[in-house]
């Protein structure tokens, strides 16, 4: 189990893949831990370079004094790539964990050549879900009340019982005071106003059933200069362990894609995308272009 020792603190990695692959950093929302990424670090690194972290004060990170702000998370990846020796990297963020990699984006976007963001949000504005993140803050304390939190979260995203089982032990004993500070984070920020700011290419990917998030997906879209948009068919919003392949498979094609040409037509390169991955629904242009709507 390996640890770098960066901005005085000790976070817990796992780096898998060709030492000459792209380097992929992930990042997971509150609670969770790296192995919410376990089939992207399974299936992705057989192309890239892919980075696994505990947050601080989650799974074998150690535990922060300081609040857990996304300024302070951003710091640590780029410490821990200094420490991997790795000058630049794409950034992907699972659900708030996609709020740090903007805010990431925006501080540091030398250290990034793009972004990810898995069902993600530039600012959180519904009532629903701040609710959610309300009830969270309330309940992350030293108690069994956190224990409950704990079941609630890796129980909603584990696809079978035995990730329920990984997910829910490495997260046992995260640091209650970080837990809490990480969701307060995300109850207050936004940067809505400043993706215009975010010039790298930001690919967003979410499901077809979170429909809470489409607004979301809508804003990050319209608001970023360079964004491609997909929407899984059938998926909610624990993509990358519910919907992994398909997660996988876009990442995949869009990073291979960024080599081309042709990117002032972005679009062209997203529908040849989903041609690949849906030949039955998207097997020619013309049937491609009177579908687009659900992938750019």
Known sequence: MPWANVNETSLHYE???????TPIVFIPPPLLTLEAFKYQKEQLSVYFRVITFDIRGHGGSAPSKMPLRYELI???????LDFLGIEQA????YSTGGTVALAALLAYSSRFVGGIIVSGMSELTDTYNRIRVWLAIRMANPSRVMNLLTNAITYG?????????ELNEHALHDAAANVKSYFEQSFHYSCTTRLHSIHQPVLLIYG?????????????????PNSSLFFIKGA????PIQSAGRMNDIIHLWIESLDKKEQKERWKLDLAIAQKLHPQMYGTEEDAENGFENYH
């Open 15 to 21: 780096m898998t893949g060709p030492e000459m692959g």
């Open 74 to 80: 951003s710091q640590d990846i780029v410490g821990l």
């Open 90 to 93: 794409f950034l992907c963020g």
């Open 157 to 165: 995203n584990a696809d079978k019982q035995t990730t329920y089982q």
């Open 208 to 224: 077809q059933k979170d429909r809470g998030f489409h607004p979301y997906a809508h804003i990050l879209h319209e608001g970023l």
């Open 236 to 239: 909610k919003h624990p993509v």
